[in-house]
Structures are given as C-alpha cells and as structure tokens.
C-alpha cells in the first residue's frame, strides 16, 4: 500500500534525515508537488506531480543518490514556475531534450571540417605529397584527441592536449599539427561553424604556453657502437 500524503500547504517538508533513513515504500510531500519516492525495493528517486487540463499527471526529476534535496526543490521551483505560465513542464523538457539531440547530430565535427578543409584545398598544395602528409599528421595526432568533438567546442586546453605530448619531443611535426589546427579553425569560422578565438593561435596565446621550437632543446643520439 503506498503511502500517499496530498497535502501541500507548506514547502520544505521534508528533512535530509528524513531523506536519507525512510525505508517504507511510499511517497512522502515536500511539499509544491515535490515527492520523495520510496520503491519497494528501497531506491528513492524526486517526483514532480501536477495538473494539467484537469488531468493528474507525474514527472520524475531523478533518483536521490543523484539529484540532491535542494536541486530537487529548484526542480519543483522551475515547474511550478512553467505552470504558471501555462507551460506542461514534461512537454517543455521533452521539447529541450529533442533539440539537443538534434543539435549534436547536426554539429559538425572537428574531423568534418578537417576533411573538407583538405579537400577545397588540395587542388591548389604542390604535390599530392603535401595532401597526405596533412591526412597522415591529423589521424595521428589530432583526430584521436578532438577528431569527434563538435569543432565550436575546440578550446585552447584541447589543442594543448594535442600538442603537449609531442611539443618536447616532435616539435618539427607538433608545430606543424599546430599550424593545420588553426588552418582548419579559422576555416571553420569562416563557414560560421564556430565563434570566437582560434584556440590554436600561436602569436599572443600558445606561445605564452608553450616554449619557441629554437628553445626546444634537441635530442641528440650517440653514435651506434661497432657490432
């Protein structure tokens, strides 16, 4: 049998004792249309209940080990408020959660515009040589690290975790990464794929980061010894 209290005269009913130790299956008001829920197997999760056009109707604002009492009551809060204005809280998040979705399935990649780069571009490079090497430089370095994110979420620690690994080491080749990084930013913004800095500018930005290449010490091998 659930528990089943209706009454909601007042707000903040609920203790974090009281959160934390109820074990009996049931829901218990926090009052505004805030309920803890307690399952019979003991998990607790917030639930949102209301009405809307004469119709009773729940919306759960996740589990308690998760949303904690205070967010749960900001939850409740941004609901009520939606209600007010004649707003079905579960549409609106539905509505948002299908727009973000959309929004990722249509954001262009880094690795996108990496290949469309090369690709508007290579008609004008010397040789084909030239082409392959970008390809070769971007699928080693950069595309493992960033190839997958949207390329209007590229930022500067992003890049740095591309080069850094390689900057001391490789610093021919990772000034080079650089270079195209930037190449295929500025590309990006152009086609208003992404807003603001280049994250990969060198002059002004990395530079502060990252030391000169002629200040890279070089490494230096002996010379292989007589079989």
Same mark, same amino acid.
């Given at each position: 049998?659930?528990?089943?209290?209706?009454?909601?005269?007042?707000?903040?009913?609920?203790?974090?004792?009281?959160?934390?130790?109820?074990?009996?299956?049931?829901?218990?008001?926090?009052?505004?249309? $805030?309920?803890?829920?307690?399952?019979?197997?003991?998990?607790k999760?917030? $639930?949102f209940?209301?009405?809307?056009?004469?119709?009773?109707?729940?919306?759960?604002?996740?589990? *308690?080990?998760? *949303?904690?009492?205070?967010?749960?009551?900001?939850?409740?809060l941004?609901?009520?408020? $939606?209600?007010? +204005?004649?707003?079905?809280?579960?549409?609106?998040?539905?509505?948002?959660?299908?727009?973000?979705?959309?929004?990722?399935?249509?954001?262009?990649?880094?690795?996108?515009?990496?290949e469309?780069?090369?690709?508007?571009?290579?008609?004008?490079?010397?040789?084909?040589?030239?082409?392959?090497?970008?390809?070769?430089?971007l699928?080693?370095?950069?595309?493992?690290?960033?190839?997958?994110?949207? *390329?209007?979420?590229?930022?500067?620690?992003?890049? $740095?975790?591309?080069? +850094?690994?390689?900057?001391?080491?490789?610093?021919?080749?990772?000034?080079?990464?650089r270079?195209?990084?930037?190449?295929?930013?500025?590309?990006?913004?152009?086609?208003?794929?992404?807003?603001?800095?280049?994250?990969?500018?060198?002059?002004?930005?990395?530079?502060?980061?990252?030391?000169?290449?002629?200040?890279?010490?070089?490494?230096?091998h002996?010379?292989?010894?007589p079989?």
């Amino acid at each position: 049998m659930w528990v089943e209290l209706m009454t909601e005269r007042t707000l903040h009913r609920l203790s974090a004792r009281k959160v934390t130790t109820e074990k009996t299956r049931g829901r218990y008001a926090d009052g505004g249309g $805030l309920y803890l829920q307690v399952s019979e197997q003991g998990t607790k999760s917030w $639930l949102f209940r209301f009405t809307q056009d004469a119709k009773a109707r729940q919306m759960g604002l996740g589990a *308690v080990h998760t *949303v904690s009492m205070l967010e749960a009551r900001e939850a409740a809060l941004k609901c009520r408020k $939606l209600l007010h +204005e004649g707003i079905d809280p579960i549409e609106n998040r539905n509505r948002q959660r299908a727009n973000q979705r959309a929004h990722a399935a249509s954001a262009t990649t880094f690795k996108e515009c990496a290949e469309a780069y090369i690709k508007s571009h290579r008609s004008g490079w010397r040789n084909v040589k030239h082409a392959a090497q970008w390809t070769s430089t971007l699928n080693t370095y950069a595309f493992p690290m960033i190839g997958s994110f949207p *390329v209007e979420s590229i930022d500067t620690p992003m890049v $740095l975790k591309v080069l +850094e690994p390689i900057w001391h080491t490789k610093t021919e080749t990772a000034s080079r990464v650089r270079g195209r990084i930037e190449a295929i930013l500025d590309w990006a913004t152009v086609r208003n794929y992404r807003k603001g800095e280049n994250p990969a500018r060198w002059k002004g930005h990395l530079a502060i980061m990252l030391p000169a290449k002629s200040a890279v010490k070089k490494v230096k091998h002996h010379a292989a010894l007589p079989y």
